[in-house]
């Protein structure tokens, strides 16, 4: 019993496919956005007039064991609000789809992300290998290090021990006074 794949399932959502092209070891999917406008991103304006298009690369999860590769066609819209600055900008798939700039979708990039998390540098590479996820030791620490959080509470200095400052979290700070006193220079020798 033969069992097909639909094609649709192989693209994020969001993306509607032009052509197909398959080959030994991968399938490249050249893919669109299904709207018709695109909203500027500095004015926010919605523009449905098309300046020129362009092809990004993108890496997209395997399936079938095959690599999935995107070639998505980028269009570039003219802005035609007359107080913005931005006269052409390119469409936006959204941070679900396909980050600004990104050579990975959002779910691929998702699973470095937990793979990075999980593993660390080498052995996440060695297992992304076997997954036919196509990243490095270095790419998986990065992408790590940049979807981690930075505190939201800024750090305060509560004191001084050994020349060195002792910092804590807001919610951990003892009273002001206490530390002010503890900072003040002493009187002697």
């Not at 399936?63 to 900008?89: D, H, M, N, W, Y």
């Not at 992300?113 to 996820?133: C, D, N, Q, Y």
Request: glycine residues 6%.
């Amino acid at each position: 019993m033969r069992v097909g794949i639909r094609i649709s399932s192989l693209v994020p959502s969001g993306l509607v496919i032009e052509s197909v092209s398959d080959s030994f070891d991968s399938i490249i999917l050249a893919v669109r956005s299904e709207g018709d406008a695109a909203g500027c991103p500095l004015c926010g304006a919605r523009s449905p007039r098309i300046h020129s298009r362009y092809d990004r690369r993108v890496a997209d999860l395997p399936c079938s064991g095959k690599e999935i590769r995107l070639r998505v066609i980028t269009r570039r819209f003219v802005c035609e609000a007359p107080q913005c600055r931005r006269r052409i900008f390119a469409e936006r798939f959204g941070d679900d789809i396909l980050p600004t700039r990104s050579r990975r979708t959002a779910r691929l990039e998702c699973i470095v992300h937990h793979l990075g998390l999980a593993l660390g540098g080498r052995p996440a590479a060695s297992f992304a290998k076997r997954l036919m996820l196509p990243v490095s030791n270095d790419t998986l620490l990065r992408v790590v290090r940049r979807r981690t959080r930075p505190r939201t509470e800024p750090l305060i200095v509560a004191g001084m021990w050994r020349a060195r400052p002792h910092a804590v979290a807001n919610d951990e700070a003892p009273d002001p006074d206490i530390i002010m006193r503890r900072l003040r220079p002493r009187k002697g020798p």
